[in-house]
């Protein structure tokens, strides 16, 4: 008899158990959104003589730096050697992209209320100790994929950088570049794939 109530015991126990729930920050998001822009330059940076100089500076610069989406195991991307950068897999709302160049360790640039499966663009971001500034903030954009044939706009925003920033749906087929490494303006040093 006493062996009977404790199989019965350990049936219903293993009937109660249920689905576990895991809160781990570390789980890959459904709807991951992608990040691109191009890094200037670190503030403060002293300038090459020569334009050769200056593109030998920046190339070190673009090299030595390496990136990260603070608590996120799975976001994957890298650096240009040309400053541009791409990140994909970042997970939706709040996000914190983590920068360490010579001179800026630590930059960072938080993202707040950016929808899942958005794009952001960030063209133009000064690193700095511990932080980061984009020199020109109307041309960060933030795009929803959308079954539309024209962009419009959402009525809502998200703060990039500590800018505000409208969040517009934006046609399909405007986002076959999602995944590839933007083209910064001017004198850069090539890019080099490895």
Known sequence: MLRRIF?????ALAACKGEEK?????LLNREPVSVR???LDVAGAKRGETIEMELARRQGLFAGTSL?????????GGI??????????VPPQNATIGFNAPGAETAKLVMQGVPGNAEVFIPDI???RGGSKVLDPKKIQVKLPAKIDKARATGQYANVGGYKVPIVLTPLNQFTERREYP?????????TVR
């Open 68 to 76: 990260w989406v603070e608590n996120s195991q799975y976001a994957s």
């Open 80 to 89: 240009a050697g040309n400053g541009a950068f791409v990140i994909l897999d």
């Open 37 to 39: 822009g191009w890094i």
């Open 22 to 26: 895991s809160d781990s920050i570390y």
């Open 7 to 11: 199989l019965l015991t350990l049936v």
């Open 183 to 191: 083209e910064p303006p001017g004198f850069r040093p090539v890019a």
């Open 126 to 128: 000064l690193l700095e």
